[in-house]
């Protein structure tokens, strides 16, 4: 018998294989949803600048068979989506503007649209999209996906006269969930997004009328990256085949590394082509097997290119980190660290760390709490998959045993063009062993810092408890002792008030929990 061989589209594809992106059950997939369509929405104002003002409401319709019904609602104040590309744009799968090396929140260009879909196959019901980009015109669309044909169906189109010049996107769509599971992870990755984002302003209002709001209390923000090249160290063979193609046949080897690669000016291509035992007069079309081979080998191992600028990132910044933890967490220390760039297989990282101590951190005395993310976005599932996991039980169980009488809390951020997640789902990172290196090396000078400041706290716990007791004896001492030496009683208040401000002591000693 004959097996039978068909196509299929995206669309189609994501339908019957939806658990892979996320949408594996009723709470899952609602999770999912708010977090794609939102991550849309923090892109859309970053990478313009724009401080993002995001809205979310969730009401709950009535139950089905499998779950409940709830109508999802999200607006944002970001750049808009211009009208020739609204229907595209989150009605076909894999067609978005992130199709470029630039670091941004969306990798694939599937997961908002995922979102609609998934929301269209469970209620039956069409998506409706509000857009602007500021100019003259609302653009208001009413559609479905057809599954088959991976393209919008128009149902209604509606242009609104934009008088106060409004800027921004709303999605407003039906989709089966169970906010009772979700409500949870929902929450915490709002907060947790709000700890590294404190130039956003947040508002969520659950099914329940439940409030949440995380207001902005910083106007500063990280500044938006740059499309960029890719950076030649690290990068694999087929995609220097593709770049080769890109290029005119006749342009020389040369000319080609100048323009295909980030940071690779005529005396670092002509370095390299020496080292590569390659002429720099060689045209693309000439290139062998022997000498993409000899060319491939040498990218991977010449180590004199110039690392990545940090200029075609957008990392959060250690004052913008330090500022959203206090704001959330209150902790009673809080220290940051940000790595210089590096590379892997031609993307450029930053790796950006904290550590919290005590305030308001959820737990248990003695917890190492782990806080992920990924160009901004909290990953709330597959810890124990992720890298930083796996770096931060190796520190543990090595020279760093942290003792702790309240939780600590980690925050590891990657920010780079191209993140090595390990599946469609994005909720944990794959070990590359370059982030491994540069985690490892962000969480050793926290920890070190760390436990200078602990030996400090305790230490000054000790002076503090002898104080405690000369304080209440030292003043008969030197009544006696005076009485003793017939002279007048010393006096020790001036000689207390310097110790104190030796050790850092308070001038009223209180007992403290540290």
């Not at 104002?45 to 969730?58: A, M, R, S, V």
């Amino acid at each position: 018998m004959l097996e039978e061989y068909k196509r299929l589209s995206p669309s189609e594809f994501f339908y019957r294989n939806k658990e892979i992106a996320g949408f594996s059950n009723p709470s899952r997939s609602l999770y999912t949803s708010i977090r794609e369509l939102f991550e849309n929405s923090m892109d859309a104002c970053e990478l313009n600048g724009i401080l993002p003002e995001i809205i979310i409401f969730l009401r709950r319709v009535r139950k089905s068979e499998k779950g409940e019904i709830y109508k999802l609602y999200i607006q944002d104040n970001g750049s808009g989506i211009p009208k020739k590309h609204i229907l595209n744009a989150l009605g076909t799968v894999l067609y978005s503007s992130k199709y470029v090396i630039r670091q941004s929140r969306g990798t694939f260009g599937l997961g908002g649209t995922l979102a609609l879909l998934y929301g269209q196959i469970t209620t039956g019901k069409p998506v409706k999209v509000i857009s602007s980009t500021g100019n003259s015109q609302i653009h208001q669309y009413t559609f479905k996906i057809d599954i088959r044909t991976n393209n919008p169906v128009v149902y209604s189109y509606k242009a609104i006269r934009n008088n106060k010049k409004w800027r921004g996107t709303i999605i407003e769509f039906y989709l089966e969930g169970n906010y009772t599971i979700a409500s949870r992870y929902i929450v915490n990755y709002l907060k947790l997004t709000a700890a590294i984002t404190p130039y956003a302003d947040i508002l969520f209002v659950d099914p329940n009328g439940t409030l949440y709001y995380f207001p902005r209390t910083v106007k500063r923000m990280p500044r938006p990256p740059k499309v960029i090249k890719p950076h030649p160290h690290g990068i694999d063979l087929e995609f220097l085949k593709y770049l080769i193609s890109m290029f005119p046949k006749t342009m020389t080897i040369k000319e080609f590394l100048t323009k295909a690669f980030h940071r690779v000016g005529e005396t670092t291509a002509l370095r390299f082509l020496q080292y590569a035992k390659i002429k720099p007069t060689l045209r693309l079309g000439a290139i062998s097997e022997d000498i993409l081979d000899r060319l491939y080998n040498a990218l991977r191992t010449y180590d004199k290119f110039i690392s990545p600028s940090a200029d075609v990132l957008s990392p959060i910044g250690e004052d913008i980190l330090m500022e959203g933890i206090k704001k959330e967490f209150k902790p009673e220390y809080v220290d940051v660290v940000s790595r210089n760039p590096s590379s892997y297989r031609g993307h450029p990282f930053i790796i950006e760390a904290g550590i919290a101590y005590g305030g308001e951190l959820p737990g248990q005395a003695g917890d190492i709490l782990l806080f992920r993310y990924a160009n901004k976005i909290p990953l709330l599932f597959d810890e124990g998959s992720d890298v930083s996991y796996k770096v931060l039980e190796r520190l543990r169980q090595g020279s760093y045993r942290i003792q702790s009488d309240k939780p600590i809390a980690v925050f590891i951020h990657i920010a780079s063009t191209k993140i090595p997640f390990k599946s469609v789902g994005k909720e944990a990172i794959a070990d590359v062993p370059e982030i491994e290196k540069e985690i490892e090396l962000a969480l050793k000078i926290l920890f070190r810092r760390f436990l200078k400041y602990r030996r400090k706290i305790i230490k000054k716990k000790e002076v503090e408890k002898r104080l405690k007791i000369y304080e209440r004896y030292i003043h008969l001492i030197s009544k006696f002792s005076g009485k003793l030496a017939d002279r007048e009683p010393a006096d020790v208040e001036k000689l207390l008030e310097k110790v104190k401000r030796r050790y850092g002591v308070k001038e009223k000693i209180e007992s403290t929990s540290l």
